[in-house]
């Protein structure tokens, strides 16, 4: 009796016990819903990320067109009167239309600044035709701008590369055939970045093989230094250095020494 009461009650235990695969098999449902789930999210970002550059690139070639393509050529390939933007990239767009030098106000030496014509959405809706165009340098990452550097790193970085055409207080300089170096004075960080990558008019290119991002950023601060520590003495003269002081002590202290002592020798004893 007692053995055929404990039958049933052995066969009840084995009937609910959980089968081994049955956990292999949850684990695996769960994996495959939530792969599945995460590839749908990802691939319904990426399309409206995609779709979005689409939008972005459309509007900027009928800003091109609109604007550039009569000196640029329709597909950007050049022309006698201007070269092609085939490669450049989005940050020399950036950099040249973002601080007003294109479209050149008349042709001459160098592209004159003047004030910005587009708004910044369309000038990156440009910058990002431009980079559908070919591979080129892009427009630099805010980590690189914030001018908290190493300020005596990119002073001395800004002597040995910068100093000879910009002057080291970055006050500009003329160069040949009517050309010159600009002020770099209360500029963009942005636009210094790109400048640097880009190598706009006579300016050479810096690569990063050149100067790394890291040293570029220094530069940058070292400039935001010279924007926030104007010159002790006082009167800075265009920060010309010896030439302009010795200029201004010739003409104005020797010529006030010269006045004063005609007119002693001229009043009557």
Known sequence: MANSASAPLRRTRATGRRSPLA?????????????????AFTSSATA????????????????????CASCHGLSAE??????????????????????GRMPMAAS???????????????IAALAAYAASLAPGPSIPSAEYLTGEGDVANGAELFRINCAMCHNVAGAGGALTEGKYAPSLQDIDPVHVYEAMVTGPQNMPVFSDLNIPPEDKADIISYLAYLDDNPSAGGLNLGSLGPVSEGLFVWIFVLGSIVAITVWLTARSN
């Not at 956990?23 to 590839?39: D, M």
């Not at 409206?48 to 604007?67: D, H, W, Y």
């Not at 022309?79 to 950036?94: E, F, M, Q, R």
């Not at 592209?111 to 587009?118: H, L």
């Open 23 to 39: 956990s292999v098999a949850l684990l695996v449902i769960g994996l495959v819903a939530t792969g599945g789930a995460y590839a």
């Open 108 to 122: 001459g030496p160098q592209a004159e600044v003047k004030p910005v014509q587009f708004t910044d959405e369309q």
């Open 78 to 99: 050049g022309t006698d009167n201007a070269p092609t933007l085939i490669g450049v990239g989005a940050a020399s767009v950036d950099f040249q239309v973002g601080t």
């Open 48 to 67: 409206q990320s995609t779709a979005s550059v689409e939008a972005l690139v459309n509007e900027g070639e009928k800003l091109f067109i609109a604007n």
